[in-house]
């Protein structure tokens, strides 16, 4: 879900924006050193949290099954409580943008990308799941 990060913050979608109230003045891009070293952690991070979702996929599939359904179009019971969990996640950084006074789009940047992000790797997750 890497993939998720790099087109979320690139110039096609909202690169620009977040990179002109973190890093006002400076251009786009102008990372200033070549570290790999903020990739790498996040890289890690992703992994462990992909290792949990799975596990907590796998929970929640053997307590529901993997095709109890609340109604005739809706996605199965497991994937909506994941996908509501992602946007919970994801909401819960507000107060820590709130009390640092950043910008509301800063905010709404990160949190959609958490969102869409999450709600990527359950979705994968559950497929791969499946039987």
């Given amino acids: 879900c890497l993939f998720v990060g790099y087109l979320w913050y ?4 909202f690169g620009r924006l977040w990179w002109s109230y973190h890093f006002p003045g400076r251009q786009f891009g102008d990372c200033g050193n070549d570290s790999k070293f903020p990739l790498f952690c996040t890289a890690v991070g992703l992994f462990i949290q992909n290792a949990v979702l799975t596990y ?36 819960a950084s507000m107060p820590h943008y709130l009390f640092a006074g950043q910008p509301f789009p800063l905010f709404a940047i990160a949190a959609g990308h958490d969102t869409v992000q999450l709600t990527a790797a359950i979705f994968l997750i559950y497929l791969t799941n499946m039987n």
């Fill in 56 to 91: 907590a996929i796998n929970s929640l599939t053997e307590l529901f099954g993997p095709n109890h359904v609340v109604a005739p179009g809706f996605p199965p019971l497991p994937l909506i409580y994941t996908m509501v969990i992602a946007i919970i996640v994801a909401c």
């Fill in 10 to 13: 690139s110039p096609v979608l």
